[in-house]
């Protein structure tokens, strides 16, 4: 029979809410050596997640878009809304300025090889797990997979 991500997820994740201050997201990540976190709100509902991938804005900032002038307009090259969105994530104090909205994630009855289809599918490294009501009850890593892949 094949394993449930129950069975192989990390449960009772870390989790931050948006206001918490970018600097202790960083530390956690820092100390327990996790490359990300399941972001919540005041009633423990999943907001968004942040990961070392939206901190590294933070880090290399932001190159504003290739545009070129015409007549005294400015046409760009590249979409603005997507530079206004890396700045705002280069610029960021708070968990909620930086992290990704509408993350990606599974029920915990669901089999590994699903999860495992849906972060390649979707190129993420980890799927908070959700019950029911929509809190977060574990997380599911690449990592959580492997060692379940040697130890079966």
Not at 5 to 15: K, L, Q, R
Not at 59 to 75: H, K, N, Q, R
Not at 93 to 98: L, P, R
């Amino acid at each position: 029979m094949p394993k449930t991500v129950a069975e192989v997820m990390s449960h009772n994740p870390i989790v931050v809410r948006a206001e918490t201050p970018l600097k202790e997201a960083v530390q956690i990540i820092a100390e327990r050596r996790i490359s990300g976190l399941p972001v919540v709100d005041d009633t423990d509902k999943l907001v968004g997640i942040i990961s070392e991938t939206d901190l590294m804005w933070q880090e290399t900032g932001v190159t504003p878009p290739a545009y070129i002038m015409f007549l005294d307009s400015v046409i760009y090259l590249q979409n603005p809304g997507t530079y206004e969105r890396d700045l705002h994530k280069a610029l960021g104090q708070t968990v909620g300025e930086v992290m990704s909205k509408n993350p990606i994630t599974i029920a915990p009855d669901k089999t590994v090889k699903e999860a495992a289809q849906l972060m390649h599918d979707r190129n993420v490294h980890r799927l908070p797990v959700l019950d029911s009501a929509g809190q977060v009850i574990g997380i599911l890593t690449r990592g959580d997979i492997i060692r379940a892949m040697a130890a079966s």
